[in-house]
């Protein structure tokens, strides 16, 4: 059980910085999720925890110690890798005590915990076959065993679900959430899958360029995003995002003027900026509904429906000068498509964002809409 | 129809390179059953069954310790190639530095000079180690014909396993000697197999250094052996001799590749990638 502690951390490869001056604490116990599109340093942050990789800068402490210098056996932590990574020419067994013989440990002790945490993980039947005689799925459960097994301080996890398909996806992402719930250590999982990331962490670290983009609780995030890449990399489909202006700003709405001229109440405070200030208003698909209620409302013509069960997607074009507004309808008949339709929604759904896509703070609501996380 | 002649042709193909290998050999081993005139009549079958010539090569000279001799340096060489070879695969396959490139096409290079540019530079350096008329003068020399493709073989297949498994095995705490032999050894068998045995027959063959940097005959190795076999007078070849020799000496190899043969299949198999 341990701490880690990111201290001015940078990498680079040759003259690319990959990992730019980033500080961050894991508190110890927490699931900690780093997302990001590809590229954005989350493998290599993990990889800088584990050890596999030196920092160019900075310092990496686990449990209070630094381990900056230390190699990765020295910094008891345990890695899960997108491929599995199991020695192809051992079994099940053997992949999961090979770490125990090399720290010397006695063969009784070995094999008690071998099949503790083979009964654990439901792979005792497993124990004797080779990885090329394992499904995706049980090549994973082994790849996990072989981290539980050594008692880690901390577990990472590099896109431990990538390899595996939608459905064996699901029930393995809840068996991630229930090892966590057994075990209590700290945990680091990697994922471009905002999903996982959703419903795992205890805490998401939204990485953009080589730092933090924004962290903290999940819905903490989805409901108030400081920037709009934020906005728009979490939550699907995508926020709808609105040219508009800033026509006035009074202390409890703003009032934005919209591309077809009319004018709508955002719950946000944007006392900062002054009027006439292009910004950007975003608006979440499940926050807009169809028909005329309240302030806001937009008229516009259905160019697409997409029928997805329980829900449908509905894309209604109604200005020019901005795309397609897509809506998420909840039961009862959609419109068919060429249908006009009204589209509004409540001031306290709006997100607005200034010219550099920093969020103006929304305003908590009196009553209605959810408040969204505290952070 | 065209089918049955294509096959036909194939087939016909076959026979005539598998002859041209074989014929050699299968005449080499009638002649070696033969004595006195009937060396020079020109049989496809052999007449009569003379072993006379495998006694005399045994009790004429010492050929006994010439094959102990040619199969301590040919085992010596291999285990000595494929450690290090494997070593240097890890070294030049699993890791980045500055030079690797130009490390990897001097090793090639290498081997790439006739033996006889090397020879003298050799033969000097052999003395100075006081290893001259000695085999493990011979294994030294050996060593630069046999390890520049046991190093690029092995580094080929070293690099088709995947990274992930390496870096897991670091995660387990396992130093480099120890992920080279129980991570990475195991895999490559198959090609440790193939190289250990071009590496042996390479050793077993070789002539021109084995002449050079030996003197006596109880250090020679087989082929110099061979070569030296005399007759009764200087104007006389042995062939029966010689023949009796050459036949006695192949037949380890043949025996080995027969042993190893599955390995070294399924060895190549898995260089191709399937």
Known sequence: MAEVRLEAVCKSFGQEAVIRDLDLTIADGEFCVFLGPSGCGKSTLLRLIAGLADVTSGRIRIGGTDVTELPPKARQVAMVFQSYALYPHMTAYQNMAFGLRLGRRGRQEVDRRVRETARSLHIEHLLERRPAELSGGQQQRVAIGRAVVREPRVFLFDEPLSNLDTDLRTRMRAEFGRLHGRLRNTMVYVTHDQTEAMTLADRLVLLRDGNVAQAGPPLALYHNPESLFAATFLGTPKMNLIPATLVGAEPDYAVLGLPDGSHHRAGVSAAAARAGATVTLGLRPEAIRLGDQGPNSIAGRVSLVEHLGDHALVHVDWHPAAGAILTRTQGGVPPAPGE???????????????????????????RGLPPGGSD | MSRGLSRAGLYLLAGIIALAAAFPFYYAAITSLKSGDALFSMDLLPRQWHWDNYVAIFAQQPFATTIVNSFWVATGVVSVSLMLGLSAAYALSRNRFRGRRLLMMTILGVSMFPQVAVLSGMFELIRWLGLYNRIGGLMLS????????????????????????????IMDGAGPLTIIWRIFLPPLMPAMFSTGLLAFIAAWNEFLFALTFTLTHEQRTVPVAIALLSGASEYELPWGHIMAASVTVTVPAVVLVLIFQRRIVSGLAAGTGT
């Open chain 2, 142 to 169: 050996y060593l630069i014909i046999t390890l520049p493709f046991t190093v690029w073989v092995l580094a080929t297949f070293m690099r088709r396993l995947p990274r992930e498994v390496e870096e897991a095995a």
């Open chain 1, 340 to 366: 006009q339709v009204r589209l509004s929604y409540a001031p306290q759904a709006c997100h607005l964002f200034d010219q550099d896509g920093r969020a103006f703070p929304r305003l908590p609501a009196e």
